[in-house]
């Protein structure tokens, strides 16, 4: 039996979450708290026009993508900027795998 610290009720040890980090090996919390706790923080998406914070455009909340862990229920970036971003990071990735392949080339001689 273990006691919640929350609601400090004692309750059976299924009733709470293992955390090998804790040095009981369960959580502090039992899950119903915990889950009242995650609540919180579960954000419901919003309709209202929203500014991007890449591009500082406002634009409609249907061109940002849905976060619920967000307070607005939405990513802070729009769609388009963070494609572009991802673009971006791909382009540099494979020019690092090109510069990689002719040092290969060298290194093997087959130049």
């Known amino acids: 039996m273990l006691k919640c610290s929350t609601c400090k009720e004692t309750k059976p040890e ?23 706790y995650a609540k919180k923080f579960n954000y419901e998406p919003t309709s209202d026009p929203i500014t991007c914070s890449a591009c500082h455009t406002e634009k409609d909340a249907s061109n940002f993508g849905l976060n619920k862990r967000k307070p607005l229920g939405r990513n802070k970036i729009c769609k388009d900027c963070h494609n572009e ?13 090109e510069a990689m392949d002719y040092l290969k080339q060298v290194v093997d001689g087959s130049n």
């Open 85 to 97: 971003r991802l673009r971006k990071q791909r382009q540099k990735r494979l020019k690092g795998k």
């Open 14 to 36: 299924y009733r709470f979450p293992m955390d090998s980090s804790k040095k009981r090996g369960y959580s502090y919390k039992c899950l119903e708290c915990q889950r009242e």
